[in-house]
């Protein structure tokens, strides 16, 4: 389709492909940083435009105006973060950095130029006289506030500190990235059959043509954590899994990716960053607006769980160590993933490898699509034709019960060296109607050890991770605001992972499950396997969120590797499990938006456990009332008011905490 196309810049002109979706075939990695300067100077002028308007000082010559401010560089900046995160190849990789630097500097010189916060903050004195509504009072104030926490209100001497302190956690946080990318593709293991003993069908074949891509016989596992959780847990050669797990933990923890001094460089300058700012701390900073609003209310939470969990990971233990010592065996961490999955297949008759047989890939979106037409409306189709970043992304259309467009959504779920790991969703575009209706295009992207045919058998974990991203997908999608800024997931971090840890629920669903031809008695296994191991799982995810928020609540320099392991003593964390995220590779919160907010994920799930208790106290998880008021009351108001608002707008009350225990079966 592109090659019809006339000419136009692809990253700098509005796209005359349906849905004004990307040219990414005609994209030239060297034609980024051309593009980078080109759109700065564009916003530049944008925003001079602004700081001398001689009109009377208004909301919409002001605040409205900075909303329309940088659509270029926006477009160049969505397309070029899209691809350094799924299809970073050495070109991209060699920019990061200095495409990074630019965006800080830019930035930094729109929150730090004192006629555009005068403006600002004019407008903001007199906003009791001024005609606005919620999502406008709203915008007005996070506007001023992202002033102050710019730095608007710093001499200028503290200002070009502060605007060093940026420039430096941009790099740094690059290098921590692209450090995790190294060392994840830097290490495979070659395997014979017989050393892949155990594993299922689906990662059997997978890994061989892992293997036959590379030129090689046999099998390939790599550190992708789809094939860490599988080998382990299904891996018969106890050395071989040990072997795995020590150089999953040991990423980035020496060696020629060490990571170590990037992480404590980091806190030291979000140390200093919010000093600055007049903060105690870096998180009490940074969860200013969020719904927990201060470190103590993140850590009450975080120990209220993980005081049952403990309990709960302790009766696991002994069972699996009971079982384990049949053969001989005292259990270690590589261990516990191995003899869980038999106690699944023993006592609840839940085999992990029949469930890969059912949950393929490609059916598991497809049921994905299905459950958003059930709740929403929404039907999806491929859009072949349209190019993507890579041959495995693929581009489709979203309509709405009426068949009007809704947005346009990328699925690329293929594991590969160039991706970063885990999984995430992103906009190409968001969803704004400032001066017209702008459709949204939104992407998901996760790493699952696809096969030749593209094709994968999931884990129930790894299905939940593709409904999570879904979730965010359709957060994004179902987004109906004004402003741009304020559109889909651009909410409070412990508010936007709510939408997402909900849409897990559907995917264990017994009707979704019975859709996906998965037997009775299979079903009923996952159902009552589901609370099995919730002790393991809230352990390992509580002991990375104790540990992000307590080294940004610190305010002296510490090893931080050193201090996070005699924390994790301290509160008892058993030798047999881990945290998730090994602090060396921890890219949510050192390359990401999560610092000093990992436990937003568990915060977010009292919410989504709570709401979809009202589903099952309906006695249909696809109640259309329900489903109405959820996407009316929540995935369409964005950032409009305060999410605590949207929430009891949805569901009558505040949420009940309760709900979280019941849901991991804790309490």
């Given at each position: 389709?592109?090659?019809?196309?006339?000419?136009?810049d692809?990253?700098l002109?509005?796209s005359p492909?349906p849905?004004?979706?990307?040219a990414?075939?005609?994209i030239?990695?060297?034609?980024?940083?051309?593009?980078?300067?080109?759109?700065?100077?564009?916003a530049q002028?944008?925003?001079e435009?602004?700081a001398?308007?001689p009109?009377?000082?208004s909301?919409?010559?002001?605040?409205?105006?900075?909303?329309r401010?940088?659509?270029?560089l926006?477009?160049?900046?969505r397309?070029?973060?899209?691809?350094?995160s799924?299809q970073?190849?050495?070109?991209i990789?060699a920019?990061e950095?200095?495409?990074?630097?630019?965006?800080?500097?830019?930035?930094?010189?729109?929150?730090?130029?004192?006629?555009?916060?005068a403006?600002?903050d004019?407008?903001?004195?007199?906003?009791?006289?001024?005609?606005?509504?919620?999502?406008q009072?709203?915008?007005?104030?996070?506007?001023?506030?992202?002033?102050?926490?710019?730095g608007?209100?710093?001499?200028?001497?503290?200002k070009?500190?502060?605007?060093?302190?940026l420039q430096?956690?941009?790099?740094?946080?690059?290098?921590?990235g692209?450090?995790?990318?190294?060392?994840?593709?830097?290490?495979s293991?070659?395997?014979?059959?017989?050393?892949c003993?155990g594993?299922?069908?689906a990662?059997?074949?997978?890994?061989?043509?892992?293997?036959?891509?590379?030129?090689?016989t046999g099998?390939?596992?790599?550190l992708?954590?789809?094939?860490?959780?599988?080998?382990?847990?299904?891996a018969h050669?106890?050395?071989?899994?040990e072997?795995?797990?020590?150089?999953?933990?040991g990423?980035?923890?020496?060696?020629a990716?060490d990571?170590?001094?990037?992480?404590?460089?980091?806190?030291?300058?979000r140390?200093?960053?919010?000093?600055?700012?007049?903060?105690?701390?870096?998180?009490?900073?940074a969860?200013?607006?969020?719904m927990?609003?201060?470190?103590a209310?993140?850590?009450?939470?975080?120990?209220?769980?993980?005081?049952?969990?403990m309990?709960?990971?302790a009766?696991?233990?002994a069972?699996l160590?009971?079982?384990a010592?049949?053969?001989?065996?005292?259990?270690?961490?590589?261990?516990?993933?191995?003899?869980?999955?038999?106690?699944?297949?023993?006592?609840?008759?839940l085999?992990g490898g029949?469930?890969?047989?059912?949950?393929?890939?490609?059916?598991?979106?497809e049921?994905a699509?299905?459950?958003?037409g059930?709740?929403y409306?929404?039907a999806?189709?491929?859009?072949?034709a349209?190019?993507?970043?890579?041959?495995d992304a693929?581009?489709?259309a979203?309509?709405?019960?009426?068949?009007?467009?809704?947005?346009?959504?990328?699925t690329d779920?293929s594991?590969r060296a160039?991706k970063?790991g885990?999984?995430?969703m992103?906009?190409?575009?968001?969803?704004e109607a400032?001066?017209?209706?702008?459709?949204?295009?939104?992407?998901i992207?996760?790493?699952?050890?696809v096969?030749?045919?593209?094709?994968?058998?999931?884990s129930i974990?790894?299905?939940?991770?593709?409904?999570?991203?879904?979730?965010?997908?359709?957060?994004?999608?179902?987004?109906?605001?004004?402003?741009?800024s304020?559109?889909?997931?651009?909410?409070a971090r412990?508010?936007?992972?709510?939408?997402?840890?909900?849409?897990?629920?559907?995917?264990?669903?017994s009707?979704?499950?019975?859709?996906?031809?998965?037997?009775?008695?299979?079903?009923?296994?996952?159902?009552?396997?589901?609370s099995?191991?919730q002790?393991?799982?809230?352990v390992?995810?509580?002991?990375s969120?104790i540990?992000?928020?307590?080294?940004?609540?610190?305010?002296?320099?510490?090893?931080?590797?050193?201090h996070a392991?005699?924390l994790?003593a301290?509160?008892?964390?058993?030798?047999?499990?881990?945290?998730?995220?090994?602090?060396t590779?921890?890219?949510h919160?050192?390359?990401?938006g999560?610092?000093?907010q990992?436990?937003s994920?568990?915060?977010?799930?009292?919410?989504?456990?709570?709401?979809?208790?009202?589903?099952?106290?309906?006695?249909d998880?696809?109640?259309?009332?329900?489903?109405?008021?959820?996407?009316?009351?929540v995935?369409?108001?964005?950032?409009?008011r305060?999410?605590?608002?949207?929430?009891v707008?949805?569901?009558?009350?505040?949420?009940?905490?309760?709900a979280?225990?019941?849901?991991?079966?804790?309490?």
């Amino acid at each position: 389709m592109a090659d019809a196309l006339p000419r136009f810049d692809p990253l700098l002109e509005e796209s005359p492909l349906p849905f004004g979706a990307p040219a990414f075939d005609r994209i030239d990695p060297a034609a980024f940083l051309p593009a980078f300067r080109t759109g700065i100077t564009a916003a530049q002028a944008e925003i001079e435009a602004i700081a001398t308007d001689p009109a009377p000082l208004s909301f919409d010559n002001t605040v409205a105006a900075l909303e329309r401010a940088g659509a270029a560089l926006s477009r160049v900046r969505r397309i070029f973060w899209t691809l350094s995160s799924a299809q970073a190849v050495p070109a991209i990789r060699a920019i990061e950095a200095e495409v990074a630097a630019m965006l800080t500097e830019h930035g930094t010189a729109i929150a730090h130029d004192p006629r555009l916060f005068a403006r600002v903050d004019e407008v903001w004195r007199q906003r009791a006289d001024l005609t606005l509504d919620e999502a406008q009072a709203r915008l007005l104030r996070d506007s001023h506030q992202g002033f102050i926490d710019g730095g608007a209100l710093l001499d200028p001497e503290r200002k070009a500190r502060f605007a060093a302190i940026l420039q430096e956690l941009s790099a740094l946080s690059t290098r921590f990235g692209q450090n995790v990318l190294a060392a994840t593709a830097d290490w495979s293991m070659h395997l014979t059959r017989e050393e892949c003993a155990g594993l299922p069908d689906a990662m059997l074949t997978a890994s061989a043509a892992r293997a036959t891509a590379g030129g090689l016989t046999g099998h390939v596992v790599t550190l992708g954590r789809g094939d860490v959780e599988s080998f382990l847990a299904f891996a018969h050669h106890r050395d071989l899994r040990e072997r795995l797990w020590r150089a999953f933990v040991g990423r980035c923890d020496g060696g020629a990716h060490d990571n170590g001094p990037v992480a404590a460089a980091i806190l030291k300058l979000r140390r200093e960053k919010a000093a600055m700012l007049g903060a105690a701390s870096y998180a009490d900073h940074a969860l200013v607006g969020t719904m927990a609003e201060t470190p103590a209310a993140a850590e009450a939470l975080l120990l209220k769980v993980w005081i049952p969990a403990m309990a709960t990971a302790a009766e696991e233990q002994a069972e699996l160590q009971e079982l384990a010592e049949r053969g001989g065996v005292t259990i270690a961490a590589w261990d516990w993933r191995y003899y869980a999955e038999q106690v699944r297949r023993d006592r609840y008759a839940l085999d992990g490898g029949a469930v890969k047989t059912f949950l393929t890939l490609e059916r598991v979106r497809e049921a994905a699509f299905r459950v958003a037409g059930r709740l929403y409306g929404l039907a999806f189709s491929a859009r072949e034709a349209l190019p993507t970043w890579h041959a495995d992304a693929r581009a489709w259309a979203v309509t709405g019960a009426d068949g009007a467009a809704v947005g346009l959504l990328y699925t690329d779920f293929s594991a590969r060296a160039e991706k970063h790991g885990g999984a995430w969703m992103g906009s190409l575009r968001v969803q704004e109607a400032l001066d017209g209706d702008v459709r949204p295009i939104v992407y998901i992207v996760a790493n699952f050890a696809v096969d030749a045919g593209g094709d994968a058998g999931l884990s129930i974990d790894e299905a939940r991770t593709l409904f999570h991203e879904f979730g965010h997908a359709l957060h994004a999608l179902l987004s109906d605001v004004t402003y741009p800024s304020q559109a889909g997931t651009a909410v409070a971090r412990d508010f936007v992972e709510f939408p997402s840890k909900l849409m897990e629920h559907w995917i264990v669903a017994s009707e979704v499950l019975a859709e996906l031809e998965v037997p009775a008695a299979l079903i009923a296994a996952i159902a009552a396997a589901d609370s099995y191991g919730q002790g393991f799982a809230t352990v390992e995810f509580v002991a990375s969120a104790i540990v992000d928020l307590a080294l940004h609540r610190l305010t002296r320099d510490v090893d931080p590797v050193a201090h996070a392991a005699e924390l994790l003593a301290t509160l008892g964390m058993p030798a047999t499990i881990i945290p998730r995220h090994g602090l060396t590779h921890f890219t949510h919160v050192f390359d990401g938006g999560y610092a000093s907010q990992y436990y937003s994920y568990l915060w977010a799930e009292v919410l989504d456990a709570d709401t979809f208790e009202a589903f099952t106290e309906a006695g249909d998880v696809f109640d259309a009332g329900l489903a109405r008021r959820l996407r009316d009351e929540v995935l369409a108001r964005g950032n409009t008011r305060d999410p605590l608002a949207s929430f009891v707008a949805f569901r009558g009350r505040p949420p009940e905490p309760a709900a979280l225990l019941r849901a991991r079966g804790l309490g």
